[in-house]
């Protein structure tokens, strides 16, 4: 099989798993918690550990914990619950692939992905420990635009810089010696007296 086909298909299973799990349930409406009602995983996504190990046959570990959070998973009354409602359709079907850099176990690889009345073209940097085991998405272009891979929102606000420390000015810093001059002597006078 010719590289750009296998990664034609890698990348189209990859970007297909996070919708898989956020519709399997099919069942009614079982909690609402603050006015979002959720219903239970099937028993196949039943945990974290499990979801887990699904995402990460495509996924890197940073981008795996994206997507969980990203599911907005809720443990209710012991059973791991997601939110009921329609999941918009994603651009996740892969009409072409062009490898940008090839490196001996690396590549970048560029996707042109369509579905849900959207076409994008997204970057793809895949990385594998040897020649023989199988490639991990490490990084992926556009994560702000898509729900499932956005970052944390603490990540994307700006951080704040630190307020400035208060300058002395170098008339200040002998005025603060003479203070202490001026302290010092008179300590020694009250030694002094008998």
Same mark, same amino acid.
């Given at each position: 099989?010719?590289?750009? @086909?296998?990664?034609?298909?890698?990348?189209?299973?990859?970007?297909?798993?996070? !919708?898989?799990?956020?519709?399997?349930?099919?069942?009614? %409406? %079982?909690?609402? %918690?603050?006015?979002?009602?959720?219903?239970?995983?099937?028993?196949?996504?039943?945990?974290?550990?499990?979801?887990?190990?699904?995402?990460?046959?495509?996924?890197?570990?940073?981008? !795996?914990?994206?997507?969980?959070?990203?599911l907005r998973l809720r443990m209710l009354k012991g059973k791991l619950c997601i939110p009921y409602g329609a999941?918009?359709?994603?651009?996740?079907?892969?009409?072409? /692939?062009?490898?940008?850099?090839?490196? #001996?176990?690396?590549? +970048? /690889?560029?996707?042109?992905? /369509?579905?849900?009345?959207?076409?994008?073209? +997204?970057?793809?940097?895949?990385?594998?420990?040897?020649?023989?085991? =199988?490639?991990?998405?490490?990084? @992926?272009?556009?994560?702000?635009?898509?729900?499932?891979?956005?970052? &944390?929102?603490? =990540?994307?606000?700006? !951080? #704040?810089? &630190?307020?400035?420390?208060? /300058?002395?000015?170098?008339?200040?810093? &002998?005025?603060?010696?003479?203070?202490?001059?001026?302290?010092?002597?008179?300590?020694?006078?009250?030694?002094?007296?008998?």
């Amino acid at each position: 099989m010719d590289e750009w @086909r296998m990664f034609k298909q890698f990348i189209s299973s990859a970007e297909q798993v996070w !919708t898989q799990i956020a519709t399997s349930p099919r069942g009614k %409406v %079982v909690y609402t %918690v603050n006015g979002v009602d959720y219903t239970p995983l099937p028993d196949k996504y039943n945990t974290k550990r499990k979801i887990s190990r699904i995402f990460r046959r495509y996924w890197g570990k940073q981008l !795996t914990e994206a997507m969980i959070r990203n599911l907005r998973l809720r443990m209710l009354k012991g059973k791991l619950c997601i939110p009921y409602g329609a999941v918009p359709p994603f651009p996740n079907t892969v009409q072409s /692939v062009q490898v940008k850099a090839n490196c #001996p176990n690396q590549r +970048v /690889v560029a996707a042109i992905l /369509v579905g849900g009345e959207k076409k994008t073209r +997204v970057d793809y940097r895949l990385i594998r420990a040897g020649e023989t085991d =199988a490639f991990t998405i490490m990084k @992926r272009s556009g994560r702000e635009g898509d729900v499932r891979y956005r970052p &944390p929102a603490a =990540a994307l606000k700006a !951080t #704040p810089k &630190p307020a400035p420390k208060p /300058v002395l000015h170098p008339a200040a810093k &002998p005025e603060a010696k003479q203070a202490k001059k001026k302290k010092s002597k008179g300590k020694k006078k009250l030694l002094k007296t008998p």
